[in-house]
């Protein structure tokens, strides 16, 4: 009975995104034109150079590129018509290689239009970037082989799958180790009642299959991720009234995480850390989530987790970690770990990120 109704739901958004969304202006509510937080020049820039027609059949919920991508092997989940892709495929340059994974044909249609477009137009001998006709729930029917990639991304897509944890075993299973998911997803408050679950424009609104924020937590240990990183979250405001009366008492946020692969290590313990500013993009300070921010040379102590990620991950080579108490060459200042409670809830988040854009507009990347 889960399977039919898997297939059917499947069918549906298959439906959505291939025929009633022609272009962003389609969608009613705005779960997929939220705000994200500011984007450097350099993605900018990468963003300006995709295909106009790439960029309008976009309809992801925020920005999911994130940093220190030089040659990294990067896979997309629900890639849809390319449009981070190509800016991606820039990013991590010819030695690096873009996959692009959607189930909608018609998607991949357009972005396989346009490879000869773009890698001529970033100077590239040969294609970095590669489109598959697929489900991101079965990476391995796609030919998508283990520990393959570096990091994989996910734009608003795995809310449309009715089996999450399918879709992030298949993510652990290609990421290699030391690698990361880093995704943008919509998360609700309250467990889904069916009636909401099955609605067909809610479930292609990316409402409808959102995740209860708590399940994530719950999903990643049992899979065998570390504990999810918060990174950014913004409310969701439907200004539908027949959908409002729907959803009744929920709301929705979407929010950036960050999950990763770590090898099977001893305990590490807590550790001090000085970011080199070596990042592209990030060469003052690194917002690694809402709760790090790294300055360069600046020393910050963090937590036995954290330490552990910047230790196994493409960030190593740019901190040096010594552990607590070790002298450390510095010109800047000392930041010590607080006894603070670490912001995991991205309901608070963003109410924390909403009153701060009343005090303080900023420039920021917008999702369609």
């Not at 963003?47 to 991508?69: A, D, H, M, T, W």
């Not at 892709?85 to 189930?103: N, R, W």
Request: with cysteine.
């Amino acid at each position: 009975m889960a399977t039919t109704r898997d297939a059917e739901i499947r069918k549906d958004v298959q439906t959505y995104y291939g025929q009633v969304l022609k272009k962003s202006a389609d969608l009613q509510t705005n779960a997929c034109v939220t705000a994200a937080r500011p984007v450097p020049k350099h993605i900018r820039e990468a963003l300006q150079n995709v295909n106009e027609e790439v960029s309008l059949r976009y309809y992801g919920c925020g920005l999911v590129i994130p940093e220190c991508l030089e040659n990294c092997w990067i896979l997309d989940l629900g890639s849809g018509s390319g449009r981070d892709c190509y800016a991606l495929s820039q990013l991590v340059g010819e030695k690096g290689h873009v996959t692009g994974i959607d189930m909608t044909e018609g998607q991949v249609e357009v972005a396989n239009k346009y490879i000869e477009y773009h890698m001529e137009k970033y100077g590239f001998q040969a294609p970095n970037v590669t489109f598959i006709h697929g489900y991101i729930e079965k990476l391995g029917e796609a030919g998508i082989k283990n520990e393959s990639y570096d990091i994989v991304i996910s734009n608003c897509v795995i809310n449309l799958v009715p089996d999450k944890q399918q879709v992030l075993q298949e993510v652990y299973r290609v990421l290699k180790h030391g690698g990361e998911l880093y995704f943008s997803d919509v998360y609700a408050s309250l467990e889904l009642p069916e009636e909401v679950r099955t609605h067909k424009v809610l479930r292609g609104e990316c409402l409808g299959g959102a995740l209860y924020w708590k399940d994530l937590a719950i999903l990643a240990q049992k899979i065998g991720f570390c504990p999810p990183r918060l990174v950014t979250a913004n409310f969701i405001t439907v200004q539908n009234k027949e959908l409002e009366n729907m959803i009744g008492d929920c709301h929705f946020v979407s929010a950036t995480f960050r999950l990763f692969k770590l090898p099977k290590t001893g305990p590490t313990k807590r550790c001090q850390v000085i970011y080199n500013g070596g990042i592209t993009g990030h060469e003052k300070e690194l917002i690694f989530d809402a709760n790090f921010t790294f300055k360069k040379d600046e020393t910050v102590e963090v937590d036995e987790e954290t330490a552990a990620i910047l230790k196994n991950s493409r960030f190593a080579q740019d901190f040096l970690i010594r552990p607590i108490g070790e002298k450390l060459p510095t010109c800047g200042g000392y930041t010590a770990l607080e006894a603070k409670d670490i912001i995991k809830d991205p309901f608070k988040l963003a109410e924390g990120s909403d009153s701060a854009k009343s005090r303080s507009p900023r420039e920021a990347a917008s999702g369609c």
